[in-house]
C-alpha cells in the first residue's frame, strides 16, 4: 500500500518551486529558433537578422508588461532579479545623492536587497531595517514613522521568498510617494503565483525574474514606473547602450524570449494553477497538523501565497529530516541564504524560538506538483520522523 504511489511517480519529488522552476516544455519550444536560425544581435540594425531578433525582444516585453499591467516600454531586460535589485536600488541611491542618504527596508528581504543596503551603508547611506510582528506582517505606521525628510528610498518586498507572507506594497507605496520618496518591491516571488498589476500604483520600481515562473535562468526584468524616473536612474553597467542606456550589453535573446513566453502562459494559467496549489497546500497542513500537533506553520496566519508552506515541528532538526526524506526535494527554510549563515533571518526577525527556527521546512508546490507526490511526501515526514 505504501508503495503504490511510488510506482507512479519520478523521484525525487520536487516541493522547491520557491528556489527555481523548470523550464515549461513550451517556454523551451519557443526558445529553440533563437539559439538557431535567428541567432541575429537584437541591436544589428542594418539587416534581417538584427530586426527578426529585435522583433521577438519586443514581443518578449509586451508579454511580461502585460502579466504585471504594466506597458512595454517600463520594462527593462536583466540578467535576473539580483541585478535589477541592484539596479534599482544602487541606481536609486546615487540619483538621490542630492536629496538625502536615507534608505528603509525591512529585516526580512532577500539577500539580494538586505546586502545592496548593507553595501549602500559602507559608502555613506543610513538604512533603516523594519521590523515584522510575529505572523511576518509589516506594520505601515512603522513605515510612516521611519520616514524622514531625508529619506530617498523604500524598499519592501512584495511576497517573501521564506513564509511566502504578502505585504500591502501598493498601500506602503502611497504613503511613501506622499512623502515624496521612490518605492522599490522586489516582486519576485509574487509575479507568476498570484495576480499582480502595478497599473495604477505609486510603486516605481519592481523586480521580476523569469526562472521562478517556468521561465529560463539568466532573464530577470525591472519594472519602471516612468519616463523621468528612467532617466534619473544610474546604470550599473555602461557600454553600448541597449536598453535605452540603462543596461548595456548584448540581449540574451533566447532567454528573453523564454522569459516572454513564460510571462504569457502565466498570465492565462496562473489562476487555474493557484488554486490547484492552494488545494494541495492545505491538504498538506491539515495532514501534518493531523500527525504533529505541535507542528507550527510559519506566518499561517498571515496573507500568504497559495504554494508556500514554511512549517516546524519542535524539538525535530531540519537538516535531519531532510536528509532522512532523501527523495523529496525541499528547503530548510533559511536556504535561500545560499548556504551562508545556515540560519532564517526571516523566522528570526518574526521574533520564532530557536528550536522552531532550526526545525523549519519551506515546502512549495508549483504546477506540476501532483496529488500523490503530496501524500508521499506526507508519508515520508511522518516516517522520518
Ligand atoms: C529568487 C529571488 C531573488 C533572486 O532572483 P535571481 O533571478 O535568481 O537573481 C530575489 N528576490 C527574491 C524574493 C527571490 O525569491
Known amino acids: 500500500m505504501n508503495d503504490a504511489p511510488l510506482a507512479s511517480l519520478t523521484l525525487p519529488v520536487y516541493l522547491d518551486y520557491c528556489a527555481t522552476t523548470p523550464v515549461d516544455p513550451r517556454v523551451r519550444e519557443k526558445m529553440m529558433p533563437y539559439f538557431g536560425t535567428v541567432f541575429g544581435n537584437a541591436s544589428s540594425r542594418d539587416h534581417s537578422c538584427g530586426w527578426d531578433a529585435r522583433e521577438a525582444v519586443e514581443e518578449a516585453r509586451s508579454a511580461v508588461a502585460e502579466l504585471i499591467g504594466a506597458s512595454a516600454p517600463q520594462i527593462v531586460f536583466t540578467s535576473g532579479a539580483t541585478e535589477s535589485v541592484n539596479l534599482a536600488i544602487k541606481g536609486m541611491a546615487a540619483a538621490g545623492r542630492k ?42 505606521e512603522v513605515l510612516r514613522q521611519a520616514l524622514r525628510p531625508e529619506t530617498v528610498l523604500v524598499a519592501v518586498m512584495h511576497a517573501n521568498n521564506e513564509t511566502g507572507v504578502i505585504f500591502p506594497v501598493g498601500e506602503a507605496a502611497s504613503i511613501v510617494r506622499e512623502h515624496g520618496a521612490l518605492f522599490f518591491t522586489d516582486a519576485t516571488q509574487s509575479v507568476g503565483k498570484i495576480p499582480v498589476s502595478f497599473t495604477d500604483t ?184
Open 99 to 140: 536629496r538625502g542618504n536615507h534608505i528603509i527596508t525591512t529585516a526580512v528581504e532577500h539577500h539580494a536587497v538586505l546586502e545592496v543596503c548593507r553595501y549602500l551603508e559602507t559608502v555613506g547611506c543610513d538604512v533603516t531595517y523594519l521590523p515584522v510582528d510575529s505572523c511576518g506582517k509589516l506594520d505601515l
Open 202 to 385: 505609486n510603486i516605481g520600481f519592481a523586480a521580476l525574474s523569469a526562472h521562478k515562473l517556468y521561465g529560463p535562468k539568466g532573464a530577470g526584468a525591472l519594472y519602471i514606473r516612468s519616463e523621468s524616473l528612467r532617466k534619473s536612474i544610474v546604470p550599473l553597467i555602461h557600454g553600448g547602450g541597449q536598453e535605452t542606456g540603462l543596461r548595456s550589453g548584448t540581449l540574451n535573446v533566447p532567454a528573453i524570449v523564454g522569459f516572454g513566453e513564460a510571462c504569457r502562459i502565466a498570465k492565462n494559467e496562473l489562476e487555474e494553477d493557484a488554486k490547484r496549489c492552494r488545494v494541495l497546500r492545505d491538504h498538506l497542513e491539515k495532514e501534518l497538523h493531523r500527525c504533529f500537533s505541535s507542528l507550527k506553520i510559519n506566518g499561517g496566519e498571515s496573507l500568504r501565497l497559495p504554494q508556500v508552506c514554511n512549517c516546524s515541528i519542535p524539538g525535530i532538526s531540519a537538516r535531519d529530516l531532510i536528509r532522512k526524506m532523501g527523495t523529496i526535494a525541499v528547503a530548510t527554510a533559511s536556504a535561500c541564504s545560499g548556504g551562508l549563515s545556515g540560519t532564517s533571518h526571516v523566522l528570526k526577525a518574526m521574533g520564532c524560538d530557536q528550536s522552531v527556527i532550526d526545525g523549519a521546512i519551506r515546502l512549495c508546490a508549483g504546477k506540476y506538483t501532483r496529488r500523490e507526490e503530496i501524500d508521499y511526501t506526507i508519508e515520508r515526514i511522518r516516517n522520518s520522523v
